[in-house]
Each structure stands twice: as structure tokens, then as C-alpha cells.
């Protein structure tokens, strides 16, 4: 029994019947049965109240359906996330390994760079001391001949 101070509360007492009594089963549009209270042995503040909360019930029940979809959405989205993040980590460690090929490539080339320069310096010093001693020769022969 409820007491006043709830607020369902009826100030309309309830007759002395047994809840088993009142009960019956009512079928569902899925096939199932809820057993549902005969509102005829109901006062109208319960059945108002019983009305109230089978409306609730329904409310409930279509928010949880739509909590449900968007639960599947969220799976789906979170799936689609995680392939994304995948494919962007290996992504990432093919780059780092083209950044390092490039960066042993670049190593190779400054260093041939760096022999061709070498071999550029010699050349011209051997040129220049071609070129001294042929003047030599030419010399000797002016001077010999």
C-alpha cells in the first residue's frame, strides 16, 4: 500500500482485493502476453496511474530501441576508426622507411659529391704540372737546339 506522502499516492482507498485476482493476461502485438490488471476493479486515479505508466513503459522502450541504433552506429563508426587508424600507422611506418632509404641515398650521393670535387682538384693540379713540365721540355729544346 502506498503511503500519501509518495507521488502516485491515491487519497482513494484501495479495495481489500488481491493483486492475483486483478491480474489477466493481455496479449502483446508480438505475440507474447503481459499480464495487465482488470481496470474494471480498479479505482480511476490507478487505472490513470496504470495508463501513465504503460505510456512510460512504451517510451522506454522507444528510446532504448533508438539508443540501440545509434549504439550500432557508434560499433560501426568505431570499427571504421580503428581500420582508419590501421592503415594510417602502416602508412606511417612505410614513410619512415622511405625517409630513411632517402636519407641513406642522400649520404651516397654527398659522398660521391664529395669524391667527384676530390677528383676535380687533382685533375686540375695534374693538368697544371702536365702543362709546367711540357713548357720544360719546350724549353730544353729551345735551348738544345
Known sequence: MMHLDHPRASPYPMPQTSVDSMIAPAPLSDGGAVPLLDRAKLGPTVAADLKALQADL???????AEHEAQLVGKNTELERMTELFEKTRRHLIQL????????????RLANRAMECDALQRKLTLVSVERDRLQEQVIERQRWQG
Open 96 to 107: 619512415q622507411l622511405s625517409v630513411t632509404n632517402l636519407r641513406d641515398e642522400r649520404h
Open 58 to 64: 512504451e517510451e522506454a522502450k522507444r528510446l532504448a
